[in-house]
């Protein structure tokens, strides 16, 4: 896989003109809208990573939350090659949400 933290901007790029796109000047977004996001971001992030990183599977996990006075704990485990494998994980936020991925890479 190229260099982790060249992989890991690439997401960043990706996250960013995703969430971008929704600008801070709304003040709300429908369900469906929320939805819809979910849906494309881990999609749209495979697809990136793996037309330059052909030797892996990737698979995103993406988490959508509103900012409220809440916190949020995400974890995860794997078992894998620490030699080939890999996990990169960024976030993008505006006034009302933020986005968070967090992407496996296994090679092949």
């Known amino acids: 896989m190229q260099s982790l933290e060249k992989t890991k901007e690439e997401l960043k ?11 801070n000047s709304r003040q709300q977004w429908t369900e469906d809208e929320i939805s819809q996001l979910s ?11 793996y037309s330059s990183n052909k030797n ?3 698979c995103a996990v993406c988490t959508i939350t509103k900012k409220t006075q809440s916190s949020l704990h995400i974890n995860s485990a794997c078992m894998w090659n620490a030699e080939r494998d ?21 090679g092949i």
């Open 13 to 23: 790029d990706i996250l960013d003109s995703l969430v971008g796109r929704m600008t």
């Open 39 to 49: 849906v494309e971001v881990p999609q749209k992030v495979v697809e990136e990573l």
């Open 56 to 58: 892996f599977k990737f």
């Open 86 to 106: 890999g996990f990169i994980s960024t976030q993008a936020e505006n006034a009302l949400f933020f986005c968070i991925v967090n992407v496996f890479a296994v």
